[in-house]
């Protein structure tokens, strides 16, 4: 994705209209903003796949998502993969992180076995078609080069919120609410172990446009 400026938020409206054109969606008639979708799942050892659910009427989400409208569609022109490990099932007063810490990861074997998901990848399908079959979430990996220590007063993990993790998706996806659009990470075997309250993040950034969609 083109860097934090003017001409690079250009070149992505530009790129979401045509997007926009070939799902058959006029521009002209939403709202266009920048925005981002954040989807989440807990992480469990009983699966080695996990789907994200993408839409706000879907199943009960955690307080810290942000899911789509059935009304709206969403270019994604970036994404990254995070764990969030929250010390409740609402608290929201911890970073995202992009790579398992084992001073955040204390549970034994934790640390070693959330490694996993750094050899999986990611897929959507939208309408029983594999749109993207095998992007890998290695890309999101960051050991940071300040990091979170057991001594006292330890600095925290230097983590960019801007560029760090975040990955361009060109071509771009497009997610619309009116279409079944799933997002689901494979990885090539269950965690052996994992943090309580851990969760998976995926992040997407782009341009949001609104009420483009007709809801029968």
């Known amino acids: 994705m083109p860097g934090p400026n003017t001409a690079g938020q250009r070149l992505i409206f530009a790129n979401t209209v045509v997007m926009l054109a070939k799902e058959k969606i006029d521009a002209r008639s939403a709202v266009l903003t920048q925005s981002y979708l954040r989807l989440e799942v807990a992480a469990t050892i009983t699966n080695n796949s996990f789907q994200f659910s993408t839409l706000q009427n879907q199943q009960q989400q955690f307080n810290t998502e942000q ?38 990861f204390t549970t034994a074997n934790a640390a070693a076995a959330a490694e996993t998901l750094y050899n999986s990848y990611l897929q959507l399908n939208v309408n029983k078609t594999l749109v993207v079959p095998q992007w890998d979430i290695y890309r999101s990996r960051c050991v940071n080069q300040t990091q979170l220590t057991a001594a006292a007063n330890s600095p925290v993990d230097q983590l960019s919120g801007r560029d760090d993790v975040f990955y361009p998706t060109e071509p771009n996806w497009v997610v619309i609410g009116s279409r079944n659009s799933i997002f689901s990470i494979v990885m090539p075997n269950n965690f052996a ?15 949001l446009a609104q009420n483009c969609t007709s809801v029968q």
Do not use: C, H, K, M
Not at 199 to 206: A, F, N, P, S, W
């Open 67 to 104: 899911r789509l409208t059935l009304q709206d569609a969403f270019v994604v022109a970036e994404a990254g993969v995070f764990w969030f490990i929250p010390g409740s099932a609402t608290a929201s007063n911890v970073p995202l992180i992009s790579w398992p810490n084992p001073n955040t």
């Open 193 to 207: 172990a994992i943090q309580a309250n851990s969760r998976i993040v995926l992040y997407l950034r782009g341009v």
